[in-house]
Protein backbone atom coordinates (compact mmCIF):
# COMPACT_ATOMS: atom_id res chain seq x y z
CA UNK A 1 0.00 0.00 0.00
CA UNK A 2 2.67 2.90 1.13
CA UNK A 3 5.51 1.42 -1.73
CA UNK A 4 4.38 3.21 -4.53
CA UNK A 5 4.78 6.69 -3.25
CA UNK A 6 7.40 8.59 -5.35
CA UNK A 7 8.90 12.28 -4.47
CA UNK A 8 9.72 14.89 -7.68
CA UNK A 9 11.79 17.91 -6.79
CA UNK A 10 9.94 21.02 -8.30
CA UNK A 11 11.53 24.66 -8.25
CA UNK A 12 10.70 26.21 -4.99
CA UNK A 13 7.23 28.08 -5.08
CA UNK A 14 6.48 26.55 -8.58
CA UNK A 15 5.09 23.16 -6.24
CA UNK A 16 1.10 24.24 -6.77
CA UNK A 17 1.21 25.14 -10.63
CA UNK A 18 3.42 21.88 -11.22
CA UNK A 19 0.72 19.69 -9.48
CA UNK A 20 -2.11 21.55 -11.73
CA UNK A 21 0.30 20.48 -14.83
CA UNK A 22 0.94 16.93 -13.76
CA UNK A 23 -2.89 16.01 -13.29
CA UNK A 24 -3.39 17.92 -17.04
CA UNK A 25 -0.81 16.19 -18.36
CA UNK A 26 -0.26 12.31 -16.70
CA UNK A 27 -2.98 9.85 -17.94
CA UNK A 28 -5.48 9.14 -14.45
CA UNK A 29 -4.61 5.25 -14.60
CA UNK A 30 -1.24 6.06 -14.41
CA UNK A 31 -1.18 8.59 -11.96
CA UNK A 32 -3.49 7.38 -8.88
CA UNK A 33 -2.14 10.44 -6.43
CA UNK A 34 -0.28 14.35 -7.24
CA UNK A 35 -0.43 16.39 -4.11
CA UNK A 36 1.83 18.67 -1.90
CA UNK A 37 1.20 18.11 1.93
CA UNK A 38 0.43 21.59 3.66
CA UNK A 39 0.30 23.12 7.07
CA UNK A 40 -1.76 24.47 9.02
CA UNK A 41 -0.05 27.77 10.62
CA UNK A 42 -1.33 30.71 12.63
CA UNK A 43 0.33 34.13 10.95
CA UNK A 44 0.23 37.55 12.48
CA UNK A 45 -1.19 40.42 10.70
CA UNK A 46 -2.95 43.50 10.82
CA UNK A 47 -2.96 42.82 14.50
CA UNK A 48 -4.80 39.46 13.89
CA UNK A 49 -4.06 35.69 14.10
CA UNK A 50 -5.02 34.40 11.15
CA UNK A 51 -4.76 30.46 9.81
CA UNK A 52 -2.96 30.35 6.95
CA UNK A 53 -1.63 27.06 4.85
CA UNK A 54 2.12 26.90 3.96
CA UNK A 55 3.86 23.73 2.00
CA UNK A 56 5.53 21.56 4.33
CA UNK A 57 8.38 20.25 1.98
CA UNK A 58 9.18 23.31 -0.03
CA UNK A 59 10.41 22.06 -3.48
CA UNK A 60 8.84 18.97 -3.83
CA UNK A 61 5.52 17.27 -4.63
CA UNK A 62 4.41 13.66 -4.12
CA UNK A 63 3.54 11.47 -6.71
CA UNK A 64 1.09 7.72 -5.92
CA UNK A 65 1.53 5.18 -9.00
CA UNK A 66 1.68 1.57 -10.00
CA UNK A 67 3.00 2.38 -13.21
CA UNK A 68 6.26 3.75 -12.44
CA UNK A 69 8.08 3.62 -15.93
CA UNK A 70 4.76 4.94 -17.94
CA UNK A 71 4.96 7.73 -14.81
CA UNK A 72 8.84 8.17 -15.61
CA UNK A 73 7.84 8.63 -19.26
CA UNK A 74 4.71 10.79 -18.57
CA UNK A 75 6.56 13.25 -16.45
CA UNK A 76 8.86 14.29 -19.31
CA UNK A 77 5.47 16.04 -20.98
CA UNK A 78 5.59 18.15 -17.69
CA UNK A 79 7.17 21.26 -18.43
CA UNK A 80 9.19 22.89 -15.62
CA UNK A 81 10.14 19.67 -13.59
CA UNK A 82 13.67 18.79 -12.12
CA UNK A 83 14.03 15.63 -11.21
CA UNK A 84 12.46 12.18 -10.25
CA UNK A 85 14.01 11.23 -6.34
CA UNK A 86 14.87 7.75 -5.54
CA UNK A 87 17.22 6.65 -2.80
CA UNK A 88 19.90 6.79 -4.42
CA UNK A 89 19.98 9.70 -6.32
CA UNK A 90 20.16 7.81 -9.84
CA UNK A 91 17.32 5.25 -10.30
CA UNK A 92 13.81 5.93 -9.74
CA UNK A 93 12.60 4.32 -6.10
CA UNK A 94 9.51 4.97 -4.30
CA UNK A 95 9.50 6.78 -0.54
CA UNK A 96 10.37 3.79 2.05
CA UNK A 97 7.12 2.41 3.24
CA UNK A 98 7.55 3.63 6.72
CA UNK A 99 8.04 7.46 5.50
CA UNK A 100 4.79 7.31 3.13
CA UNK A 101 2.88 6.28 6.51
CA UNK A 102 4.27 7.93 9.02
CA UNK A 103 3.28 11.25 6.46
CA UNK A 104 -0.61 9.87 6.20
CA UNK A 105 -0.72 9.41 9.92
CA UNK A 106 1.01 12.81 10.18
CA UNK A 107 -1.83 14.80 7.71
CA UNK A 108 -5.77 14.13 7.74
CA UNK A 109 -6.60 12.06 3.97
CA UNK A 110 -6.17 15.99 2.02
CA UNK A 111 -2.38 15.78 3.03
CA UNK A 112 -2.98 18.71 5.62
CA UNK A 113 -0.92 19.02 8.61
CA UNK A 114 -3.56 20.99 11.04
CA UNK A 115 -1.98 22.87 14.28
CA UNK A 116 -1.11 21.05 17.38
CA UNK A 117 -2.01 22.41 20.98
CA UNK A 118 0.15 21.62 23.94
CA UNK A 119 1.71 22.72 27.35
CA UNK A 120 5.19 23.15 28.52
CA UNK A 121 5.55 21.53 31.93
CA UNK A 122 9.25 21.46 33.61
CA UNK A 123 10.66 22.19 30.09
CA UNK A 124 8.60 19.32 29.09
CA UNK A 125 6.72 19.89 25.83
CA UNK A 126 2.94 17.45 25.92
CA UNK A 127 1.01 17.50 23.31
CA UNK A 128 -2.86 17.97 24.24
CA UNK A 129 -4.32 17.61 20.59
CA UNK A 130 -3.23 17.67 16.57
CA UNK A 131 -0.91 15.86 14.78
CA UNK A 132 2.10 15.91 16.92
CA UNK A 133 0.49 14.15 20.03
CA UNK A 134 2.66 11.17 20.64
CA UNK A 135 5.72 12.91 18.58
CA UNK A 136 6.97 15.21 20.91
CA UNK A 137 10.68 13.47 20.67
CA UNK A 138 10.76 14.50 16.61
CA UNK A 139 10.47 18.44 17.69
CA UNK A 140 14.17 20.28 18.10
CA UNK A 141 12.28 23.65 18.32
CA UNK A 142 9.98 26.07 19.58
CA UNK A 143 9.19 29.23 18.86
CA UNK A 144 6.87 30.10 20.88
CA UNK A 145 6.17 33.82 19.17
CA UNK A 146 5.69 32.52 15.66
CA UNK A 147 3.63 29.35 17.12
CA UNK A 148 5.66 27.22 15.05
CA UNK A 149 7.29 23.76 16.08
CA UNK A 150 10.55 22.42 14.19
CA UNK A 151 10.17 18.93 13.72
CA UNK A 152 12.68 16.50 12.12
CA UNK A 153 11.17 14.11 9.12
CA UNK A 154 12.67 11.31 7.24
CA UNK A 155 12.84 11.76 3.78
CA UNK A 156 14.50 9.26 1.36
CA UNK A 157 16.48 8.40 4.57
CA UNK A 158 17.48 11.74 5.64
CA UNK A 159 16.35 14.36 7.98
CA UNK A 160 14.64 17.01 6.83
CA UNK A 161 13.44 20.17 9.34
CA UNK A 162 10.08 20.89 8.46
CA UNK A 163 7.90 23.81 10.40
CA UNK A 164 4.37 22.85 11.86
CA UNK A 165 1.72 24.92 13.47
CA UNK A 166 2.16 24.45 17.50
CA UNK A 167 0.25 26.77 19.51
CA UNK A 168 1.56 26.49 23.36
CA UNK A 169 -1.64 27.10 25.94
CA UNK A 170 0.68 27.53 29.00
CA UNK A 171 3.85 27.11 30.33
CA UNK A 172 4.89 26.06 34.13
Known amino acids: ?22 QFYIDHDILIDCFIPITKKKKKYQGTWHIVDDILFKGYIFMITNQVEQLYTQLKKV ?4 KLLGNDGKEIYPIYPQEA ?19 IEND ?43 EIISKS
Open 1 to 22: MFDNWYVVQVRTGKEEEIVKKC
Open 79 to 82: PDLT
Open 101 to 119: MFLTKFSNKDHVVDISNGI
Open 124 to 166: KIIINEGPLIGLEGLITKIDRHKRIAYVDVELLGKLIRVQVGL
